[in-house]
């Protein structure tokens, strides 16, 4: 590599940095497998897609991203699995209960009125 190149390959590494840095990992494009899409953000980012298997350091950046990535993957997994064990308080629940007989209500008066074509208001 001659040293425009080597430069190039530099600034092109940078630009990566600095985008995984700014960059929310919910926002990440990702591939088909979950891992980041690189064709797509090298061309966001003017990048060269060509140059993903050459430059050393794009490929390490990517590697590291695909890792946070995996990471993120398996802490949402498990804050999920963990509020499945959340317990609602008898006060919580009387309030769902109570919200849910005013949806049944709603949802029968709304069968009613397509059935029959009559309207029957909310008490």
């Known amino acids: 590599m001659n040293r425009n190149s080597q430069a190039k390959g530099a600034?092109?590494?940078?630009?990566?940095?600095?985008?995984?840095?700014?960059?929310?990992?919910?926002?990440?494009?990702?591939?088909?497998?979950?891992?980041?899409?690189?064709?797509?953000?090298?061309?966001?980012?003017?990048i060269p897609p060509s140059t993903?298997?050459?430059?050393?350091?794009?490929n390490e950046l990517f590697v590291e991203l695909?890792?946070?990535?995996?990471?993120?993957?398996?802490?949402?997994?498990?804050?999920?699995?963990?509020?499945?064990?959340?317990?609602?308080?008898?006060?919580d629940l009387a309030y769902v209960l109570a919200e849910l007989e005013l949806l049944r209500a709603s949802n029968a008066r709304l069968r009613h009125l397509e059935g029959t074509g009559v309207f029957i208001p909310e008490k």
């Open 52 to 58: 993903i298997g050459t430059n050393q350091a794009l």
């Open 66 to 91: 695909d890792e946070k990535l995996r990471n993120r993957k398996e802490e949402v997994a498990e804050v999920s699995e963990n509020s499945k064990n959340l317990e609602l308080s008898s006060a």
């Open 11 to 46: 600034e092109n590494a940078a630009k990566l940095r600095e985008w995984i840095k700014v960059t929310p990992l919910g926002k990440v494009p990702l591939n088909s497998l979950g891992k980041s899409a690189k064709r797509p953000i090298c061309i966001c980012l003017g």
